[in-house]
Nanobody, 124 residues
Framework: QVQLVESGGGWVQAGGSLRLSCVAS????????LAWFRQVPGKEREFVGG????????VHANFVKDRFTISRDNVKNTMYLQMNSLKPEDTAVYYC?????????????????WGQGTQVTVSS
């Protein structure tokens, strides 16, 4: 089982930036897919973006296009979410997750292991 730990959340003004990290431990990543999700109270967990660990290929949700960027550090087994031009509606708990499925999927139920989440709050 892969252990995931998120960090980097906090408070930021609208238009500002944050960089979230997700560190994987327990075993070295190879063929897995990692993804970022976010969730606010009363709403379903929402796909933000994901990365194919084998080659670094990424998928981003439409609502974060040109603002958020997912990347990885193979040596550190770490996935990053660089968030720019943040908006108040980006406020949520952000989670990372890992899947061993053949394709990079957007449904939360397809992911096997989750981190504890990190709070992102964007103020006007």
């Amino acid at each position: 089982q892969v252990q995931l730990v998120e960090s980097g959340g906090g408070w930021v003004q609208a238009g500002g930036s944050l960089r979230l990290s997700c560190v994987a431990s327990g075993r070295t990543l190879s063929s897995e897919h990692l993804a970022w999700f976010r969730q606010v109270p009363g709403k379903e967990r929402e796909f933000v973006g994901g990365i194919r660990w084998s080659d670094g290929g990424t998928v981003h949700a439409n609502f974060v296009k040109d603002r958020f960027t997912i990347s990885r550090d193979n040596v550190k087994n770490t996935m990053y979410l660089q968030m720019n031009s943040l908006k108040p509606e980006d406020t949520a708990v952000y989670y990372c997750a890992v899947s061993r499925t053949l394709a990079l999927l957007t449904a939360a139920g397809m992911y096997d292991s989750w981190g504890q989440g990190t709070q992102v709050t964007v103020s006007s």
